[in-house]
T-cell receptor, first 113, second 115 residues
Framework: AQKVTQAQTEISVVEKEDVTLDCVYE???????LFWYKQPPSGELVFLIR??????QNEISGRYSWNFQKSTSSFNFTITASQVVDSAVYFC??????????FGSGTRLLVRP | DTGVSQNPRHKITKRGQNVTFRCDPI?????LYWYRQTLGQGPEFLTY????????KSRLLSDRFSAERPKGSFSTLEIQRTEQGDSAMYLC?????????????FGPGTRLTVL
């Protein structure tokens, strides 16, 4: 069965700290896709990254980086030098096919000045 | 703005009333999805369309729910005889099928409150 677990409900950090958001997934398929979305207070989900199951290369985009490890079924997200504007709810999601997304319950990140 | 749009943004209704939401996807996108998000939870898949064909419906979509995409462009989601448990944010997303995968782009959502 498909499942995404985000065990961290809320994280609070002080600005400029690094923070890692954890994501663990379950799937029986060998081909699947993993995503991270950001939901700021305005409510609109913003796509951040997609990763294919056959590409375990880690990715860095500015202050954002993602660590994909199939051996532990994890797809963790790190924000370096956090900023107040990073405050949002972050969702990890899984798709085993080319359509529906299965989301985790989200991690609320609060970055304090 | 050429993103996904949803109307209305907020809807307050009384239990037992019918409500209808509209989603306008990104113009060239051929897939359209509906999700529901309750407080403190991630979005849950409801249904999706490829052009005008509804290809999958979640078990969450009871008989009181119906979705259409009549001309493969905008979509409507109707809830009949609303219940308090229907209170949630209803999210629409669209994507362009290209290659193996397609990114879904979300609209701002319609927040439904059933009194």
């Amino acid at each position: 069965a498909q499942k995404v677990t985000q065990a961290q409900t809320e994280i609070s950090v002080v600005e400029k700290e690094d923070v890692t958001l954890d994501c663990v997934y379950e799937t029986r398929d060998t081909t699947y896709y993993l995503f991270w979305y950001k939901q700021p207070p305005s409510g609109e989900l913003v796509f951040l990254i997609r990763r294919n199951s056959f590409d375990e290369q880690n990715e860095i985009s500015g202050r954002y980086s993602w660590n994909f490890q199939k051996s532990t079924s994890s797809f963790n997200f790190t924000i370096t030098a956090s900023q107040v504007v990073d405050s949002a709810v972050y969702f990890c999601a899984l798709s085993e096919s080319s359509y529906k997304l299965i989301f985790g319950s989200g991690t609320r990140l609060l970055v304090r000045p | 703005d050429t993103g996904v749009s949803q109307n209305p943004r907020h809807k307050i209704t009384k239990r037992g009333q019918n409500v209808t939401f509209r989603c306008d996807p990104i113009s060239e996108h051929n897939r359209l999805y509906w999700y529901r998000q309750t407080l403190g939870q991630g979005p849950e898949f409801l249904t999706y369309f490829q052009n005008e064909a509804q290809l999958e419906k979640s078990r969450l979509l009871s008989d009181r729910f119906s979705a259409e995409r009549p001309k493969g462009s905008f979509s409507t989601l109707e809830i009949q005889r609303t219940e308090q448990g229907d209170s949630a944010m209803y999210l629409c997303a669209s994507s362009l099928v290209r290659g193996i995968y397609n990114e879904q782009f979300f609209g701002p959502g319609t927040r439904l409150t059933v009194l």
